[in-house]
């Protein structure tokens, strides 16, 4: 069984910059490929970003440019940096270790 805790959401302006966290505890984040995901109200959950366990990265469309994910294996957690958010980033955000677990998501609302 496989534990992720996420944080660092809040509210913030257009424009501004957000890094989420996600702890995992369990087992180890350096034998999967982790993720970040998304879902805003009335939608589906959609992929945000990838990280492989060689540190290859994957990036909706929506999200290139903007947010970078990265992994410290030292510290089993898992990092989304967000800049230049916009409104239509608003969204729960959670964690995924491999295919198997999720993390409970935490919100992110980006409003004036």
């Known amino acids: 069984q496989v534990q992720l805790v996420e944080s660092g959401g809040g509210l913030v302006q257009p424009g501004g910059s957000l890094r989420l966290s996600c702890a995992a505890s369990g087992n180890k984040i350096s034998i999967v490929t982790m993720g970040w995901y998304r879902q805003a109200p009335g939608k589906q959950r959609e992929l945000v970003a990838t990280?492989?366990?060689?540190?290859?990265?994957n990036y909706a469309d929506s999200v290139k440019g903007r947010f970078t994910i990265a992994r410290d294996n030292a510290k089993n957690t898992v990092y989304l940096q967000m800049n230049s958010l916009k409104p239509e980033d608003t969204a729960v955000y959670y964690c995924?270790?491999?295919?198997?677990?999720w993390g409970q998501g935490t919100q992110v609302t980006v409003s004036s």
């Open positions: 995924r270790w491999g295919v198997a677990f």
């Open positions: 990280i492989s366990i060689v540190g290859s990265t």
